[in-house]
């Protein structure tokens, strides 16, 4: 089939999850020298959810599809691919997205993961908006999705008061009027010192005379992270919209990676945008990586209207970053 040159990945439904757990800053008041008060004035984050054992990042996928498909009368059968953005897949192999089809009792589906951190969403949204505008898929499901608390040393202070775990999802279909209109995406790799979970790959397999038990957690610096998220995702936010002859005043919300308010409200000041047009939700969501964007969409969806351009924006290990123009359709 011809693509039609006019055809967009258009958004027709999302979804999301929130593990019940919490893990409030009160709690963390008890595993580390920290306090309720320390971490708002550094992170705005009050609580983050956290995943219950013997589950895993495939059932929060699951549960954010299926919240997705009752919310907006979707039919699981009609799917043809599914995209996970993820950096704790349940296994090494198979893919989470493997997974995922075998819970949804989904068959002849390309499923596939995709890992670029915290920006593993907006790079996924790009890749299934690719296959929806080449006229060979027709319903795209993309999904960001983590249990990031298997990674988190929870007497780490520095990484403790941020990282929560959660999913969330959205439905591309081809549309010939509007949808995703442009997406600048980023990788650099300078950034792998300072934001990493080095082990149980290739590099530092476990129980190996290199293997340290430091490994299997995350590990961030996070006055690094903090500039050059900044920077990143503001020149890029600012890149997008000249390369689309537009300005700040043309988008009517700034949905930027939850990692951190202080961040998102920097980047919002360097870009010129009222606060109340930076959506946010991490006071009671913390940084879930790669389910930040479509969670923080999926809270405020009731707030969107149809036609609104949103500026999507996001950075992680790697490094990588980027930003998305889409204009809402829901």
């Known amino acids: 089939m011809l693509k039609n040159k006019q055809q967009y990945a258009q958004i027709t439904a999302l979804g999301g999850y929130l593990p019940t757990n919490k893990r409030t800053n009160a709690d963390l008041e008890h595993l580390s020298d920290t306090s309720d008060e320390w971490i708002m004035k550094r992170t705005g984050i009050k609580e983050r959810r956290i995943l219950e054992d013997g589950l895993a990042t495939s059932d929060m996928a699951v549960e954010a599809i299926k919240e997705m ?27 989470t997205a493997n997974i995922v089809c075998h819970k949804l009792n989904l068959t002849n589906v390309w499923a596939f993961d995709m890992n670029a951190a915290c920006s593993g969403f907006l790079y996924a949204l790009d890749m299934g908006a690719a296959l929806v505008e080449t006229g060979r898929y027709k ?90 998220a900044v920077m990143a ?17 043309d988008v009517q919300w700034l949905v930027a990676h939850q990692a951190n308010k202080r961040i998102i409200d920097a980047v919002g000041k360097d ?29 405020y969806k009731d707030q969107i209207k149809k036609g609104d351009l949103l500026l999507l924006t996001a950075f992680g290990a790697g490094f990588s970053w980027g930003a998305s123009l889409l204009q809402w359709n829901i």
């Open 69 to 95: 498909c009752s919310s907006y009368q979707k039919d699981i059968s009609t799917i043809d691919a599914i995209i996970i953005a993820t950096s704790s897949p349940d296994m090494p192999m198979p893919s």
């Open 271 to 299: 870009l010129g945008i009222e606060e109340h047009r930076a959506l946010s939700n991490i006071t009671y969501s913390g940084n879930t990586i790669a389910a930040t964007i479509p969670l923080c969409i999926w809270e």
């Open 233 to 249: 995702m503001s020149n890029t936010c600012q890149a997008l919209l000249d390369r689309n002859n537009l300005s700040i005043d």
């Open 139 to 228: 319903n795209v499901v993309v999904v960001g999705a983590d249990k990031i608390s298997s990674y988190v040393d929870r007497t780490d202070r520095s990484t403790n008061i941020l990282f929560g775990d959660g999913a969330g999802a959205v439905w591309l279909e081809p549309s010939l009027e509007t949808g995703i209109q442009d997406a600048l995406l980023v990788s650099d790799g300078k950034g792998i010192e300072y934001l990493n979970i080095k082990g149980g790959g290739s590099l530092y397999p476990y129980e190996t005379d290199q293997w340290k038990e430091e490994y299997r957690y995350l590990k961030q610096d996070g006055k690094v992270v903090f500039k050059n």
